[in-house]
């Protein structure tokens, strides 16, 4: 059974960097495209970060581009995301997200591709 397990939340001031950790258990990581998601209260899940599984290709909405990096480790198991300058709009809980084989890049920005999901951690940036 593929387990994603997020770490790295918690609360930070506006300005400040996270970076979240996502490990993966079981399965060939290498082989999988992987995504960061978050879902701010009372709003809606929306993808934040995605990379495909060679590394080669990776995607932002406009929101975090420039503040957000997404990165992996194959080695390790993990994919991370590096967040900078964090504002109080970036609070959510944030989810990481697996899917092993090929796919367009464009359907990574969509939670019900995947295959494998973590249970969140939650950010809160204070103002």
């Known amino acids: 059974q593929v387990q994603l397990v997020e770490s790295g939340g918690g609360l930070v001031q506006a300005g400040g960097s996270l970076r979240l950790s996502c490990a993966v258990s079981?399965?060939?990581?290498?082989?999988?495209?992987m995504g960061w998601f978050r879902q701010p209260p009372g709003k809606e899940r929306e993808s934040v970060a995605t990379?495909?599984?060679?590394?080669?290709?990776?995607y932002y909405p406009d929101s975090v581009k420039g503040r957000f990096t997404i990165s992996r480790d194959n080695a390790k198991n993990t994919v991370y995301l590096q967040m900078n300058s964090l504002k109080p709009e970036d609070t959510a809980v944030y989810y990481c997200?697996?899917?092993?084989?090929?796919?367009?890049?464009?359907?990574?920005?969509?939670?019900?591709?995947?295959?494998?999901w973590g249970q969140g951690t939650q950010v809160t940036v204070s103002s």
């Open positions: 997200a697996a899917k092993p084989g090929v796919v367009k890049t464009s359907r990574l920005e969509i939670w019900g591709e995947y295959d494998y």
């Open positions: 079981e399965g060939t990581f290498s082989r999988y495209n």
């Open positions: 990379i495909m599984w060679s590394g080669s290709t990776t």
